[in-house]
């Protein structure tokens, strides 16, 4: 019965030694938190870095590009109402020319010559307005000579640029007489009384906003009645 007893104590101890083994061996690992950046890891922070950073840069290069896009078209816009009120402004002071011609010389979709006063001087200009390319511009000649004539050249100023009508198939200058009927029989220029002017605005075709177009009207008032 002694010798039995050492022998159990034995048996405890190797037990007690067998479970410390196993304690040991499935204790739980260090958290994730004390270890330090795996390269994986690292790699996936820098990625979504770039990303973050293209997406940013994009952004502000694109709010950069249409802001300077809309501050031209807003440049061309208010550039163009102020050709297109000088050219109302223009039509309504045609008169006869200083040689006792009539007011109009000639009339077409996109070319109108005639007599008027531009400079609120005594004597009275021979005016052209027609579009080329895509501006629009101003041809005076002023009267010379005793009788006056309009034999030299054209002085030729630009009045609207970005001028689009072609592409859109707009016409610069429609034509009434006195009773409100269009005149679309362009030899008839005795019967023009009253002119509208369409302007097609636009700084680049192949981008948004889409084009603007002008309008605006004019009586040739020393021919109205008569």
Known sequence: MRDQIPENRDRRNTATTVRCALF?????????????????????????????????????????????????????????????????????????????AYPVLSIAPDDFVFYADVDTDTQIEKVHLYISGTTLFEGIVDPTGDPPSYTDPETTSSIAEYVHNDDHSVILFTYFDEEGQEVTDFSRIADVRFVTISLVVDVNPLRSPSFLTLRSSAAMRNLIGK
């Open 24 to 100: 040991t061996v499935h204790c739980p690992a260090k958290p994730l938190a004390s270890r330090g950046m795996t390269l994986i890891e690292a790699l996936v922070w820098i990625s979504i870095f770039i990303t973050a950073m293209f997406a940013l840069t994009s952004s502000v290069l694109y709010f950069y590009r249409t802001s300077d896009y809309a501050i031209d078209e807003a440049a061309a816009t208010a550039s163009a109402q102020q050709g297109i009120n000088r050219v109302v402004r223009i039509i309504r002071e045609a008169s006869y020319a200083s040689n006792g």
